[in-house]
Every structure is written in structure tokens, then in C-alpha cells.
């Protein structure tokens, strides 16, 4: 299987309900990053993940990093129908820095 | 807050016409990189550039491929001969170093007729 792979694939929840989201992993990394992706539209930046980390929060997201299980989760809290996107973790492989990037999540927040 | 800005947003082309993509990084990056998207499909790594040189490639990124940064500013992805698998929404990133996040353009989409 691939490298960066998230469940689930689709996530349908209430505004206000938290989500999450999980991605594994088969190489060691460095780092592990999310990215969110709107429909047809560009890669945004969410939050860095280094692999010395366990736990990371960034307004109301919250990932953590589990290097011996390989896998990372995504926590929205109190979603917004503004949160509705695809959802992707990427790593950099261990010898290069190019981002492996998994299937994504799609995440439907209904108001 | 600086942005990757990439032009065209969208290009429509024929089968076996020459396109070029440009990309304007942030202005202290200084890795960067071509990725794709296919509809419906992962985001695809091409190329990474660093130091006017390619760094490293995927073998989707065969001879008709070519990136440069012919004014020190604009980072190109040239597609000499425009197949019809082509297709596909074309994302340039960047980061300041290769241990930090990357950040990434809004995209060119291409069409291949």
C-alpha cells in the first residue's frame, strides 16, 4: 500500500460536531504535514508535525503524531461548514524532500 | 503574508502544442516544485529544484518536461509536446528549506483537447 493513506475516505458531520481524520504511514519521516484542499482549488498549508512531536494544536486543530504506530490524526473541533474540503497528510520521504501525499478525506460539514 | 502565485489559472491547449506554467515563489524560498493532480486522483509529485538544478524527479517527468528559472524569479514548467494524459491541475510549491512546510500555488489547470 501507499505511503500517506487517511481514513476515512469521507466524513459527512453536524456544524459544531468535531471531526477526525487519520493518515498512515510506511517510511520513517521527519515530518508530516496536512494540507487542506478545497474543491478545485489550491493546497493550503495547515500544520507541521515533526517526528520529535507527539502533539501539535493550531486554533482548533489539534494532530498528533504516533512514529511507532506510523499513523497521525487530524482533530477539527467545533467544525464550521467553512471546514468542508478534502483533507490530506504528505510526508517527505526519508532521502528527499518531495511530499507523498495520501487518497485525502473528504470532509462535509452541513449547517 | 506572501503567497505562491502560479499564471495561467486555466489553459486550454491541442494535442502536441508546447505550454509553459509559471510560478512565482516566495521571495526567500528556495527549494521548489512542480506537482500534479489529476481529477479525482492524489496529488503527484514532478520535480524539485534547488539551486538551479533539478534535484529530483519522478518518472512522470519525462523528456517532455522541463523547469527553469530563467530570471532568477519565475519558476517554469514547460510540457514541449501536450498529450491528452496531460490534463490535470499543475501546483507549484516552495519552501525556505527542506525541513519546513511547503507551500503551494492556487494552481494551473490544463486542458488537453
Known amino acids: 500500500s501507499q505511503q500517506g493513506e487517511e481514513d476515512p475516505q469521507a466524513l459527512s458531520i453536524q456544524e459544531g460536531e468535531n471531526a477526525t481524520m487519520n493518515c498512515s504511514y510506511k517510511?520513517?519521516?521527519?515530518?508530516l504535514q496536512w494540507y487542506r484542499q478545497n474543491s478545485g482549488r489550491g493546497l493550503v498549508h495547515l500544520i507541521l508535525i515533526r517526528s520529535n512531536e507527539r502533539e501539535k494544536h493550531s486554533g482548533r486543530l489539534r494532530v498528533t503524531l504516533d512514529t511507532s504506530k506510523k499513523s497521525s490524526s487530524l482533530l477539527i473541533t467545533a467544525s464550521r461548514a467553512a471546514d468542508t474540503a478534502s483533507y490530506f497528510c504528505a510526508t517527505p520521504l526519508e532521502y528527499g524532500n518531495k511530499l507523498v501525499f495520501g487518497a485525502g478525506t473528504i470532509l462535509r460539514v452541513k449547517s | 503574508e506572501p503567497e505562491v502565485t502560479q499564471t495561467p489559472s486555466h489553459q486550454v491547449t491541442q494535442m502536441g502544442q508546447e505550454v509553459i506554467l509559471r510560478c512565482v515563489p516566495i521571495s526567500n524560498h528556495l527549494y521548489f516544485y512542480w506537482y500534479r493532480q489529476i481529477l479525482g486522483q492524489k496529488v503527484e509529485f514532478l520535480v524539485s529544484?534547488?539551486?538551479?538544478?533539478?534535484?529530483?524527479k519522478s518518472e512522470i517527468f519525462d523528456d517532455q518536461f522541463s523547469v527553469e528559472r530563467p530570471d532568477g524569479s519565475n519558476f517554469t514548467l514547460k510540457i514541449r509536446s501536450t498529450k491528452l494524459e496531460d490534463s490535470a491541475m499543475y501546483f507549484c510549491a516552495t519552501n525556505r528549506d527542506r525541513e519546513n512546510e511547503q507551500y503551494f500555488g492556487p494552481g494551473t489547470r490544463l486542458t488537453v483537447t
Open positions: 529544484f534547488y539551486n538551479n538544478e533539478i534535484s529530483e
Open positions: 517510511t520513517s519521516i521527519n515530518n
